[in-house]
C-alpha cells in the first residue's frame, strides 16, 4: 500500500514538474566562447600562469585561485552583463548564482553569517562548560553536539570562502551531520 502510494506521487509529480536546463550560464556560448579564449590566451603557457600569477592579490594566493579560476570568474561576469544587455534573467553558472569576490572570498556575506554562527557556538560552549558540571547527565552529549556545531560552522566558512568540490563535500556532510546529531539530541532529552 506505502509503496503503491509513493509511486502515484512520484509518478504524478514528475507529469506536473517541467524540463529544467541547470546552468543557463556556463552553457551559453558567450560563456563558453570566452572561457576558451581567455584559457587559451593566458592559461596555457608559463609565461600567461606566471603574468597572472604577478597580479593576484595575497588573499587570492591564499584561497588558491588559479588562473582558470580567474577566467571562468571574468567570463562568469562577462556572460552575466551580455545576459543584462540583452534584457535577459540573470543566469545561473555551475548551479550557483554569480557573486562578486571581496579579498578573495566568493561570498562574503556567507562568510560573515558562518563566522558569526561558529562565534556564537564558541562563545556558548564556554559558558557551557563553565556553568554546567562535567559529571551532569547529558554533558558529553551536549559538549559533542557544539563540537559538532563548530566543526560545521568552521567548513561553512570554508566552503563559503572558497567553493570547490571538496570544500562543497565538507561543508555539506558536516551540515547534515549537526542536523542528525541535533534530531538525536532532540529524541534523547
Not at 502515484?8 to 541547470?22: E, N, P, R, Y
Not at 562577462?78 to 550557483?96: A, H, L, S, V, Y
Not at 563540537?147 to 567553493?163: G, K, Q, T, Y
Amino acid at each position: 500500500q506505502a509503496v503503491r502510494m509513493c509511486s502515484l506521487i512520484f509518478w504524478g509529480l514528475s507529469l506536473v514538474i517541467g524540463v529544467t536546463q541547470a546552468s543557463r550560464g556556463d552553457h551559453s556560448n558567450e560563456y563558453t566562447g570566452c572561457y576558451h579564449v581567455c584559457h587559451f590566451n593566458n592559461c596555457t603557457s608559463k609565461m600567461g600562469i606566471a603574468a597572472y600569477e604577478s597580479f593576484q592579490s595575497f588573499s587570492e594566493k591564499i584561497l588558491q585561485w588559479t588562473c582558470d579560476d580567474e577566467c571562468k570568474y571574468f567570463c562568469m561576469w562577462r556572460t552575466t552583463q551580455i545576459f543584462i544587455d540583452r534584457g535577459m534573467d540573470i543566469p545561473q553558472f555551475f548551479g550557483k548564482w554569480p557573486f562578486a569576490r571581496l579579498w578573495g572570498m566568493q561570498e562574503p556575506a556567507a562568510v560573515l553569517f558562518s563566522v558569526f554562527n561558529l562565534l556564537a557556538h564558541a562563545v556558548n560552549l564556554s559558558q557551557f562548560c563553565h556553568t554546567v558540571p562535567s559529571n551532569a547527565p547529558l554533558f558529553k552529549m551536549w559538549f559533542l553536539h557544539a563540537l559538532i556545531c563548530i566543526n560545521a560552522w568552521v567548513w561553512s566558512v570554508v566552503f563559503h570562502a572558497r567553493d570547490t568540490p571538496w570544500t562543497e563535500r565538507l561543508d555539506y556532510f558536516c551540515a547534515f551531520s549537526m542536523v542528525l546529531y541535533s534530531l538525536f539530541g532532540l529524541v534523547i532529552r
